[in-house]
């Protein structure tokens, strides 16, 4: 188990900032879907698909990513990360901006160019690089973790920077294969950037919080040279026009191992903590391996299908779990901070206790079979939009009942007055 370093961590209002964004974008993307209907769902190339899917890619998944990496570096990982609050201030800032110009520019381009969004968006997982990687680069210790993350932040760069030029591309200022460069953008996003971050922390969060053994290195190392032998060759092809054949096979099968060995590590620890942490991750890694199927099927309407449950709730079911854990461990550092030394704080899991997790992944649950449904009869994608915000919507109360706890607490004792 890694050793925490709590006083290393920045302010609890600079990672807490990313966390309660999520949520709100989690509401707009449910909105979107539920205002557009099945127009969402029949298409990859439709103006509302691509909406949604920047709403959940960088609003929902990004902003917690970011914004757990924030806290999860210097407290657990032993890295310094640069620039402190104005900094992060920042990156939060270009990121949410960003996305909110992207999502408004695929949902009404005749109003709005996607360049701007494109422009922000990268310039914020630059600002990231530049205040995180030497930061990795200098740190002992855990170097496999390290080297995970940094890759996958990479990754992240890379991503936004090809969206920056099918952005550009789409407001008519550059000449590029729109469908390869696409497919590479995508590629580097979700298999680079997300799966990449949570393969490597995963390394430290399964053992600490679920109890279970820590994947063999040479099988964690394989599957990262599967990625970024992947990522490299279809970068290639795409900034030739091509796109590469075997590119959906190739991804689905590292996502399924992605899955699988999620759910291996789960299914074999010896005393594995029936937490509702654990029940979020086995659901995630389970619809993964469900959306790596329906990729490897092959078919344009499986591709699809596989996009929205693998990113609409296999990933997000992952990132969500550890955002409320993440979510509470602030909130007790900043009651702590707070009340000072000599008072007895409740435990972590009194400010968010397990019954609104569960009831947290319950709604998430009722949502992903609210989306499946409408995948098969897309006449219900209103209805599958106002389950993903009712979702969302209950995430976003749970993150504010801490601060209700907190502050109750605080009353109570008369600390910090």
């Given at each position: 188990?890694?050793?925490?370093?709590?006083?290393?961590?920045?302010?609890?209002?600079?990672?807490?900032?990313?966390?309660?964004?999520?949520?709100?974008?989690?509401?707009?993307?449910?909105?979107?879907?539920?205002?557009?209907?099945?127009?969402?769902?029949?298409?990859?190339?439709?103006?509302?698909?691509?909406?949604?899917?920047?709403?959940?890619?960088l609003g929902v998944l990004g902003n917690v990513m970011i914004g757990s990496l924030l806290q999860f570096l210097p407290v657990a990982a032993g890295v310094p990360v640069r620039g402190g609050h104005r900094a992060a201030l920042a990156v939060h800032g270009l990121l949410n901006i960003g996305a909110l110009l992207l999502v408004a520019a695929f949902r009404w381009p005749m109003r709005l160019s996607?360049?701007?969004?494109?422009?922000?968006?990268?310039?914020?997982?630059?600002?990231?690089?530049?205040?995180?990687?030497?930061?990795?680069?200098?740190?002992?210790?855990?170097?496999?973790?390290r080297r995970g993350i940094g890759g996958a932040i990479a990754?992240?760069?890379?991503?936004?920077?090809?969206?920056?030029?099918?952005?550009?591309?789409?407001?008519?200022?550059?000449?590029?294969?729109?469908?390869?460069?696409?497919?590479?953008?995508?590629?580097?996003?979700?298999?680079?950037?997300?799966?990449?971050?949570?393969?490597?922390?995963?390394?430290?969060?399964?053992?600490?919080?679920?109890?279970?053994?820590v994947l063999p290195a040479r099988a964690q190392v394989a599957w990262l040279a599967g990625v970024l032998v992947l990522l490299l060759v279809a970068l290639g092809l795409a900034l030739r026009g091509i796109a590469l054949?075997?590119?959906?096979?190739?991804?689905?099968?590292?996502?399924?191992a992605f899955g699988l060995a999620g759910l291996w590590l789960q299914g074999s620890a010896e005393a594995l903590r029936r937490t509702p942490l654990t029940a979020f991750w086995t659901a995630g890694f389970a619809v993964l391996v469900l959306a790596a199927g329906l990729l490897l099927t092959g078919g344009e309407m499986n591709g699809l299908r596989a996009g929205a449950l693998g990113l609409g709730v296999g990933l997000t079911l992952l990132?969500?779990?550890?955002?409320?854990?993440?979510?509470?461990?602030?909130?007790?550092?900043?009651?702590?901070?707070?009340?000072?030394?000599?008072?007895?704080?409740?435990?972590?899991?009194?400010?968010?206790?397990?019954?609104?997790?569960?009831?947290?992944?319950?709604?998430?649950?009722?949502?992903?079979?609210?989306?499946?449904?409408?995948?098969?009869?897309?006449?219900?994608?209103?209805?599958?939009?106002?389950?993903?915000?009712?979702?969302?919507?209950?995430?976003?109360a749970a993150l504010f009942g801490i601060d209700w706890r907190a502050r109750r607490f605080q009353a109570g004792s008369g600390a910090g007055r």
């Open positions: 188990m890694a050793k925490l370093a709590i006083s290393q961590g920045p302010a609890p209002a600079v990672p807490r900032r990313f966390l309660r964004s999520a949520p709100v974008w989690g509401l707009v993307a449910g909105g979107l879907l539920a205002i557009d209907g099945d127009a969402a769902l029949v298409s990859r190339w439709s103006g509302s698909t691509l909406a949604l899917v920047h709403a959940l890619t996607p360049q701007w969004g494109g422009l922000l968006a990268a310039t914020a997982f630059v600002v990231l690089a530049v205040l995180v990687l030497p930061g990795l680069r200098a740190a002992a210790g855990q170097r496999f973790l990754a992240g760069v890379v991503a936004a920077t090809l969206g920056l030029l099918l952005a550009l591309a789409l407001s008519g200022r550059a000449t590029l294969p729109l469908a390869p460069l696409t497919d590479a953008h995508a590629s580097w996003g979700l298999l680079g950037w997300v799966l990449g971050l949570l393969a490597a922390v995963a390394r430290v969060v399964m053992p600490m919080f679920q109890g279970t053994a054949p075997g590119l959906r096979i190739s991804g689905g099968l590292l996502v399924l990132v969500t779990g550890m955002h409320l854990e993440i979510a509470a461990f602030l909130g007790w550092i900043d009651l702590q901070r707070r009340c000072g030394r000599g008072v007895h704080l409740p435990g972590v899991q009194l400010l968010l206790p397990a019954r609104d997790k569960s009831g947290v992944l319950a709604l998430h649950l009722l949502a992903a079979l609210a989306l499946g449904s409408a995948l098969r009869r897309p006449t219900l994608a209103a209805v599958a939009g106002c389950a993903v915000a009712l979702a969302h919507a209950a995430t976003l």
